[in-house]
């Protein structure tokens, strides 16, 4: 079959022929329609996540869209190695096959449903998060920031903060539904003033954090309190990305001083099958009210010339 074929971590993945998948026990076959390019999907392709498995040459893609041979449309995911979801075809578990609503298209599914699940089940499934809580967005920018956005709306945030660098992209947020947005700036001392104001005014429980990094530590700073009169309050921080950095320095007086706890979401922090009931959900949120994302499609062909291009238009999504 084609697929996307990575042969180096070091360079972008080659439109080629790869071995076709067999079924096995408890397996179906899907005709690939659409897979998206996730961040995850590249940092796999790269050998940087710590899910890679150091092992070449194998097919990127983590999730996708397709027809299973009765005809039955589905979103699936966990495609064994080598194989993934860049491709023509797959061998899927049938447990892992959701069936999709005609009203949501291929497109729109393949690029929505990874950075859809990302909140979801990280608000869900590893914050608790309850109706009338207040969410701050760290990276509120990108495809799943600004989904993060509606998604904390939706599950009836009383306030949600945008926070990122583009401040073009940050009034597009408050079209999404946020209430407040920050811009986040090189000169350290005042966001992180500006970044406590609005924890402490909006009463923050919940930070889902995309991009890690020097932004983290700012947060992290904001968060922590001077003094010994303070009250605590609980804040239960998420860390879903690393786009602005993979590590962090973390005083222990932040902890100290704080009702901070910090958790991760992500493959390896929630179970299959906990993804993917955040996956059913989100499908069914999205078949009753769409939410807004922006998908630019291609041929799977044009793999190796689209990989590294900047996410302007909107999350890409190949198809075969």
């Keep these: 079959m084609h697929a996307a074929v990575v042969t180096s971590f070091s360079a972008p993945p080659q439109y080629a022929e790869f071995s076709d998948p067999a079924p096995g026990r408890g397996e179906v076959f899907v005709r690939i329609t659409a897979a998206g390019l996730h961040p995850i999907v590249k940092a796999l392709a790269n050998g940087s996540h710590y899910g890679s498995t150091g092992e070449l040459p194998f097919v990127p893609g983590v999730d996708g869209v397709g027809r299973l041979d009765d005809g039955t449309r589905v979103f699936f995911g966990g495609v064994r190695d080598p194989f993934g979801t860049m491709a023509e075809r797959a061998a899927v578990r049938r447990e892992m096959c959701l ?157 100290r001083s704080s009702g901070l706890e910090m958790l991760g979401s992500g493959f390896g922090s929630l179970s299959m099958e906990k993804l993917f009931a955040a996956v059913a959900a989100f499908v069914k949120a999205a078949s009753e009210q769409p939410f807004a994302i922006k998908a630019v499609s291609a041929p799977l062909r044009d793999v190796e010339r689209l990989w590294n291009a900047p996410e302007k238009r909107g999350r890409v999504v190949f198809q075969p």
């Design 99 to 255: 069936p999709i609503p005609d009203s949501l298209d291929d497109v729109t599914m393949a690029a929505m449903m990874n950075p859809g699940m990302s909140s979801w089940a990280a608000l869900v499934g590893r914050a608790d998060f309850v109706a009338g809580e207040s969410v701050l967005i760290l990276g509120a920018t990108g495809s799943a920031g600004q989904l993060a956005v509606q998604i904390a709306k939706r599950l009836g945030a009383r306030r949600v903060v945008a926070v990122g660098r583009n401040p073009e992209a940050l009034e597009e947020s408050k079209a999404l539904g946020a209430d407040s947005t920050i811009v986040l700036t090189p000169e350290r001392d005042a966001l992180v003033a500006t970044l406590r104001a609005e924890i402490l005014d909006s009463q923050i429980d919940v930070v889902l954090d995309y991009l890690w990094g020097g932004a983290a530590e700012a947060t992290l700073a904001a968060i922590g309190q001077k003094g010994l009169d303070h009250k605590a309050r609980r804040i239960r921080y998420i860390q879903i990305g690393s786009s602005a950095g993979p590590t962090i320095t973390l005083p222990a007086a932040t902890l």
